[in-house]
C-alpha cells in the first residue's frame, strides 16, 4: 500500500511540473498599452519573433512565466497563421453528417 502511494504521488509530482502543461507567456511591464499583462508566445518558446509580436502588441516585455489563468489578468494572444494543427476532426461520424 505504501508503495502505491508512494508511485501515485511521484506521477502527480511529474504531471503538475511538466512544462508541457504551461503555455509560455511573457510578462508584460509597466506602460504596456492595451491592458495586457502577459502576451502568449505562439511557438512556446522564448524566441525573437514572438517577443516582437508582443511589442507590437503593445507589451513591454519584461520576463516569462507561466501564463496565468486568472480572470483578472488579461493576457493577449498572438495569432497564428496557417490551417490548423488538427489533422483529423475529434469526431469523425459528427463531420460525416453534415
Known amino acids: 500500500m505504501k508503495k502505491l502511494l508512494a508511485v ?9 511540473s511538466s512544462p508541457a502543461m504551461a503555455a509560455l507567456c511573457f510578462l508584460c511591464g509597466s506602460g504596456s498599452s492595451n491592458g ?17 509580436i ?19 489578468v488579461k493576457v493577449c ?5 496557417g490551417p490548423s494543427r488538427v489533422s ?3 469526431f469523425p461520424l459528427l463531420q460525416a453528417l453534415k
Open 8 to 16: 501515485l504521488s511521484l506521477m502527480a509530482f511529474l504531471l503538475a
Open 36 to 52: 495586457c499583462k502577459q502576451c502568449r508566445s505562439r511557438s512556446g518558446k522564448d524566441t525573437q519573433g514572438d517577443r516582437k
Open 77 to 81: 494572444r498572438i495569432k497564428t497563421k
Open 88 to 90: 483529423t476532426p475529434y
Open 54 to 72: 508582443c511589442r507590437k502588441l503593445g507589451c513591454k516585455v519584461s520576463g516569462t512565466s507561466s501564463c496565468s489563468s486568472a480572470a483578472n
